[in-house]
T-cell receptor, first 112, second 115 residues
Framework: AQSVTQLDSQVPVFEEAPVELRCNYS??????LFWYVQYPNQGLQLLLK??????LVKGINGFEAEFNKSQTSFHLRKPSVHISDTAEYFC??????????FGSGTQLTVLP | EAGVTQFPSHSVIEKGQTVTLRCDPI?????LYWYRRVMGKEIKFLLH????????ESGMPNNRFLAERTGGTYSTLKVQPAELEDSGVYFC?????????????FGQGTRLTVV
């Protein structure tokens, strides 16, 4: 079984500032890692995923995440945020089964 | 190409009534999943279809929930009778068959409110 912890439920940040959304996971098997974003009144959209290989993964909209196996973390970063990045972000893992296990989500609010 | 579509987008029903949610996956996607998010908590897995067969229904909360996938195409999730704690957002997702790294595409969700 797996579990995912998103350490911050709310992250306010000013426009053009950098942001990091934290995600830690636990699993007894190797996992694939994902970040999804949900914009208001929309479904979940895949931002990026780590499957294997390079631990630094780049996604859409300028986001990137780094897989750290020793710290069991997969933090999401963006060097300069925009108002349009305001959304809820979900970290998820997939282990031996095909379904995803999600964290509780982080609401990112970008302030002008 | 159409994405995953869910109907209705919102539903408000009284306790004890029946509600049926529908999900149309992306054409050609054999895998279909239902998830639920209750009261701002984490999104939780309910069940997984491969074509018309239930592959894993370990996340179904109780026998008031019935999921079907007719002919391996669209899926319905029926709640009968609905209880207050069933309120939440129900997401459907679909993916291709293959390696477990294939991406799951999500619908916009159905917000269910039981009053």
């Amino acid at each position: 079984a797996q579990s995912v912890t998103q350490l911050d439920s709310q992250v306010p940040v000013f426009e053009e500032a950098p942001v990091e959304l934290r995600c830690n996971y636990s699993s007894s098997v190797s996992v694939y890692l994902f970040w999804y974003v949900q914009y208001p009144n929309q479904g979940l959209q895949l931002l990026l995923k780590y499957l294997s290989g390079s631990t630094l993964v780049k996604g859409i909209n300028g986001f990137e995440a780094e897989f750290n196996k020793s710290q069991t973390s997969f933090h999401l970063r963006k060097p300069s945020v925009h108002i349009s990045d305001t959304a809820e972000y979900f970290c998820a893992v997939r282990g031996s089964a095909r379904q995803l296990t999600f964290g509780s989500g982080t609401q990112l609010t970008v302030l002008p | 190409e159409a994405g995953v579509t869910q109907f209705p987008s919102h539903s408000v029903i009284e306790k004890g009534q029946t509600v049926t949610l529908r999900c149309d996956p992306i054409s050609g996607h054999d895998n279909l999943y239902w998830y639920r998010r209750v009261m701002g908590k984490e999104i939780k897995f309910l069940l997984h279809f491969v074509k018309e067969s239930k592959q894993d229904e370990s996340g179904m909360p109780n026998n008031r929930f019935l999921a079907e996938r007719t002919g391996g195409t669209y899926s319905t999730l029926k709640v009968q009778p609905a209880e207050l704690e069933d309120s939440g957002v129900y997401f459907c997702a679909s993916s291709l068959t293959g390696l477990r790294n294939t991406e799951a595409f999500f619908g916009q969700g159905t917000r269910l409110t039981v009053v």
